[in-house]
């Protein structure tokens, strides 16, 4: 299967010229060393300067954008973004001040105070730190110095984790059915049907790739919904096993040798377990920073099925869209959602002619996770439930 590449690592990551990287400055300085994981492109400091002396139009704030806002512990990235923007994805218009002085700008930290500077028609967020009494509507300029508290020292991150944590090593989808050649539950402990934690089972295939597994369902194909093309094969994620005992074989009194399967113990769980379930290594976890930008190109397409057994889906629910890095989709691209206009009849013609109505953008869709052919979404936000088949395109 394949994987987009990191978003720090993405040519086309204008996410990261957040427009909370115009907040931090020299505090950074002093930043944990994490922060040499998220580099500045060239491309990145250009965008950053093309802005950096004329800041955001009014007419780009939300209409409630605060003066200040004191970064507090749970506050994310995409959070504060809303605050100031009307769309948050558009961080690198606020980023660039005091470029000379900044060294990351994905690190923002709980305690630190975010303060909108208005100027002639124009905005720029800065990082407020003993003003003295200054405030926002003073043409003073403002900068960034180092301070010592007792703060939470982690950074806050793009947007909530705990939204999307369990899915990163859950939702696979293979590019092939290789999943039906890979090692498979055979027999259970004491002739048992179904397995849970800490059962044991046993298994036919090679384990020798790993000592921890991933257990899956036969895998389905995913097919678009349009052209009914198979765009990959989505796995159900079962839990997690150990290879405690490796394959044998065992000597007959004939001569022949009869085979003595594997052993594994099952270690975590999310369903049942069952014999004909198959395993694959768990990969690395993925530490990326997930920071939302729009497409830097028109894309649409439409929702391919909801994860799980759901018929549709709602808010913090993941979907999986018919597009995928073949298509230019990233890792922490915004999407639009939109719902199909009715058709209807004009009751007030005499002809009584059949109208169409108009398509409505109604939620926003973030990808989290991206395959070849296929994305993984979590749905922000949306008015009504969607289902397979739905539209979306960039915001």
Known sequence: MTCCKPVAASKRSHLM???????????????????????????????????????????????????SH???????????SSLFLKSPWRWPELWGMNMEQIRNPHLIYPGQVLLLVKVDGRARLQLAQNLGGAT?????????????????????????????????????????DALNQAPRIVAAQE?????????????????SQAREYRLFRQPKALLDPSTREIL???????????HTRAADEQKLPDGKTREVPATITITSIRQEVGVGDR????????FTSYAPHSPDK??????????????????????ALNRGARDG????????????????IDTTDAKRPELKLPDERHGLLFVFRVFERVSYALILSVQEPVKPGDAFSQP
Do not use: M
């Open 298 to 319: 028109p894309i649409s397409g439409q929702l391919v099925s909801i994860y799980g057994e759901a018929l549709t889906a709602g808010q913090n629910q993941i979907v």
């Open 70 to 80: 004191t970064v507090k512990a749970g506050d994310t990235l995409w959070h504060i």
């Open 136 to 176: 926002a509507s003073s043409n003073v300029r403002l900068s960034p110095q180092i301070r010592s508290s007792a703060v939470d020292q982690s950074p806050i991150t793009s947007l909530p984790l705990h939204l999307i944590a369990p899915f990163l090593n859950e939702a696979v989808v293979f590019d092939s």
């Open 232 to 242: 990959g094969y989505e796995a159900g994620y079962l839990g997690t096993a150990e």
């Open 279 to 286: 395993l694959a290594p768990i990969p690395p976890r993925e």
């Open 17 to 67: 010229l957040s427009l909370l990287g115009a907040l931090i400055g020299s505090s950074l300085l002093s930043a944990p060393a994490a922060a040499a994981n998220f580099p500045i492109t060239t491309e990145q400091r250009d965008t950053a300067g093309r802005v950096a002396q004329a800041g955001v139009p009014l007419s780009e704030l939300s209409p409630n954008a605060p003066d």
């Open 191 to 207: 002739g048992r049907v179904l397995l849970s934690r800490g059962d044991v089972a046993y298994v036919r295939g090679d384990l």
């Open 329 to 344: 989709v990233e890792r922490g691209h915004v999407l639009a959602l939109w719902r199909a206009g009715r058709t209807v």
